[in-house]
């Protein structure tokens, strides 16, 4: 992250987004495939470490090193490159990445439980999470908050401003944050 300052000197809170073109490597059609969707390949890898399905869809275009289906994409061709020129700043944009993963955590972090008293007798239970469980039903019920794995999982940040598109360097900055950790893939579409 970084700050982008405006016309009037206001200061933005910003994010460095590295976006290079993206190859539409195959169609996948509802007669065909069962679903309509575009496969999109980025980034560059050795021949050796893909396999040889995987080789026989991009024959032709390249070696890629992610491949990613997206729904909803329209008169796409097989070879057709997308990059930053469809942006342009002041566009309002969706961007999707899985969130860092933090393991498995407890009640305090997780939920933001406030834990049990520092004193009135107790001694190993400030980070416990209390009663779990009613005496009538004698069971815990499904969805009670507890500790576990946290993170991972799938964020939609909605509605970044784009503050400025360079071309050639394959740089987007956005205003506000953006799930996951640095070098983490994003999706980003039009809001």
Same mark, same amino acid.
């Not at 032709?60 to 057709?80: K, M, N, P, S, W």
């Given at each position: #992250?970084?700050?982008?300052?405006?016309?009037?000197?206001?200061?933005?809170?910003?994010?460095?987004? +590295?976006?290079?073109?993206?190859?539409?490597?195959?169609? %996948?059609?509802?007669?065909?495939?069962? +679903?309509?969707?575009?496969?999109?390949?980025?980034?560059?890898?050795?021949?050796?470490?893909?396999?040889?399905?995987?080789?026989?869809? #991009?024959?032709?275009?390249?070696?890629?090193?992610?491949?990613?289906?997206?729904?909803?994409?329209?008169?796409?061709?097989?070879?057709?490159?997308?990059?930053?020129?469809?942006?342009?700043?002041?566009? %309002?944009?969706?961007?999707?990445?899985?969130?860092?993963?933090?393991?498995?955590?407890?009640?305090?972090?997780?939920?933001?439980?406030?834990?049990?008293?520092?004193?009135?007798?107790?001694?190993?239970?400030?980070?416990?999470?209390?009663?779990?469980?009613?005496?009538?039903?004698?069971?815990?019920?499904?969805?009670?908050? #507890?500790?576990?794995? #946290?993170?991972?999982?799938?964020?939609?940040?909605?509605?970044?401003?784009?503050?400025?598109?360079?071309?050639?360097?394959?740089?987007?900055?956005?205003?506000?944050?953006?799930?996951?950790?640095?070098?983490?893939?994003?999706?980003?579409?039009?809001?």
């Amino acid at each position: #992250m970084t700050q982008v300052f405006d016309e009037s000197g206001k200061a933005i809170p910003a994010t460095v987004i +590295y976006a290079g073109s993206a190859t539409a490597v195959q169609i %996948k059609t509802k007669e065909k495939d069962g +679903y309509d969707a575009v496969q999109f390949g980025s980034g560059a890898r050795k021949e050796k470490n893909i396999a040889r399905a995987q080789l026989g869809a #991009m024959k032709g275009l390249g070696t890629f090193a992610v491949l990613r289906e997206l729904t909803g994409a329209r008169d796409i061709q097989r070879g057709d490159t997308l990059d930053l020129s469809q942006f342009s700043p002041g566009d %309002k944009v969706n961007v999707s990445a899985p969130s860092k993963g933090k393991g498995f955590q407890g009640v305090v972090k997780r939920h933001n439980f406030a834990g049990g008293p520092r004193t009135h007798g107790q001694k190993h239970t400030e980070r416990a999470p209390g009663s779990i469980g009613a005496t009538g039903p004698q069971r815990v019920f499904k969805g009670t908050r #507890m500790a576990g794995r #946290m993170g991972g999982k799938r964020i939609t940040v909605k509605n970044l401003t784009v503050l400025h598109v360079d071309v050639d360097k394959s740089e987007l900055i956005v205003s506000g944050a953006v799930p996951g950790r640095p070098g983490t893939l994003v999706e980003i579409k039009n809001a």
